[in-house]
């Protein structure tokens, strides 16, 4: 059932979130990734997950990480510029891949991995295995029809790409353990990255290795070893193509209208550092992030599964306990009943807003509302005040844009553009 009314969205997701705790049930296959916040069932493992991953999502941590970003970043213009030189066409959205992907391997693993210059890290080449854009078969039937992919045993994501981050894991947990083991105080462990110590308030329950059995009993305030496993693969799944698609759509935004650009490039002049205080403050920055969320936001779906018998509102309309309910945040942030100019892009509507606070939800909301919102806001916001302060972006003569279908993602095949570089 979709239901895309603001408030009856505001009664699902936040007033009556005991009866709409769940996400969609997903066929998982052999894959620990149904241990993940996202895919988990929202009862009280999903609080204590929630509540242990918190931490490394607040500001203080946001801010330490701000300063990878920043370095990533600078690789990035630099990246640019001879094609700024040469004139050369370029498709932007690898680029933006490539710096998200960097982002988040530095921020969840604690790896820097370049993958700018280096397409063949086998990190990347793992995630892309993970997220392929094409139509999966396992996936597709995982998602439409669980249960007979339960039968079929299918496998929704690729199980070797994914068995490459469970070595990993494993990998930087024993060379943490290592680490803290030696490290005199707190401050030594690292605070730049949404790393394994934030997550755990103790030693992991590690496997034997002698038997190779994992502990499946989790105590109150710490994660087992397969959910460590399974938030730094969704932290990927959830992370990279989401903030890459936002990143691409706010240049070919900005392309399609210059004057948005100048004024953008003209704020950012007055700017003397890009500091974590001072992103938040630029204005005009933050009001084309907005915008572009709307016009294009990532999830084209939001999914809330009911568990009680439930009456809608004041419509009257019973929803029986099972029904899956769907959100769509495109058609909600394009209806011009909540939305003046809903196809235009106009930043300057979010100097002072006025629109129903749940016709807007690039980020879905209520108890559930995505975790990573605040980060993946601080990297768009480096990420676009470094390019647009070093480059001008055009698009190619004759581009126009064309989309992956068959997912639940809004995700530009390519932006081709031209650079040049400003004084
Ligand atoms: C532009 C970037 C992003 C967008 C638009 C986005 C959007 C969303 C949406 C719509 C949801 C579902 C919320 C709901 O059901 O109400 C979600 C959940 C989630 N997101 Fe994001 N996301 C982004 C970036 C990230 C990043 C960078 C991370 C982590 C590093 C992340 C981690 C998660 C997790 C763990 C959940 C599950 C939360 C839960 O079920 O409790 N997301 N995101």
């Known amino acids: 059932m979709v239901i895309n009314e603001p408030d009856l969205l505001r009664d699902i997701i936040v007033k009556d979130f005991n009866i709409f705790p769940d996400h969609r ?71 933006v891949g490539a710096f998200a992907m960097d982002v988040i391997s530095a921020c969840a693993y604690g790896i820097n991995i370049s993958s700018i210059d280096n397409h063949n890290h086998p990190m990347v080449m793992n995630v892309k295995r993970i997220l392929a854009t094409d139509i999966r078969i396992g996936l597709m039937l995982s998602i439409i029809t669980p249960g007979l992919a339960r039968l079929l045993r299918a496998e929704p994501f ?39 110590d934030s997550i755990s308030d103790g030693e992991p329950e590690s496997e034997s290795k002698e038997t190779g059995i994992k502990p499946s009993k989790k105590s109150v305030g710490k994660l087992s070893y397969d959910e460590m496993v399974a938030q730094g693969i969704l932290f990927f799944i959830a992370g990279y193509d989401t903030t890459s698609a936002s990143l691409t759509h706010a240049i070919y935004y900005l392309s399609q209208h210059p004057e948005c650009q100048q004024r953008l490039y003209e704020e950012l002049k007055t700017c003397d550092e890009f500091t974590y205080e001072k992103l938040v403050h630029l204005k005009y920055l933050n009001a084309v992030i907005n915008e572009t969320l709307r016009m294009a936001p990532p999830f084209l779906r939001v999914f809330r599964d009911c568990v009680q018998d439930y009456t809608l509102g004041n419509t009257g309309i019973k929803i029986p306990a099972g029904t899956s309910i769907e ?28 629109h129903h606070p749940y016709a807007y939800l690039p980020f879905g909301g209520g108890p559930r509302i995505c975790i990573g919102q605040r980060f993946s806001i601080n990297e768009m916001q480096m990420c676009l005040a470094k390019l647009i302060f070093a480059y001008e972006f055009s698009l190619a003569p004759g581009f126009t844009i064309d989309y992956y279908k068959g997912t639940i993602m809004m995700t530009p095949k390519q932006v081709l553009c031209n650079i040049k570089p400003r004084n």
């Open 25 to 95: 049930k997903f066929h998982m296959g052999s894959s620990k990734l149904g241990q993940s916040l996202f895919f988990m069932a929202g009862d009280t493992d999903w609080k204590r997950v929630r509540t242990i991953l918190s931490p490394a999502f607040s500001s203080g941590k946001l801010r330490a990480m701000l300063s990878h970003i920043e370095s990533i970043g600078d690789r990035f213009v630099h990246t640019l510029a001879p094609f700024a030189k040469s004139g050369e066409t370029i498709d932007i959205r690898k680029y």
């Open 158 to 196: 690729d199980p070797k790409a994914l068995q490459y981050f469970d070595e990993l894991t494993e990998q930087i947990l024993t060379e943490r353990k290592k680490f803290n083991k030696y490290s005199k105080s707190d401050s030594e462990k690292s605070d730049k990255d949404l790393g394994y």
């Open 327 to 354: 959100i769509y945040p495109y058609a909600l942030h394009r209806d011009p009943k909540y939305w003046s100019q809903p196809n235009d892009f106009i930043p300057d509507r979010w100097f002072e807003p006025i």
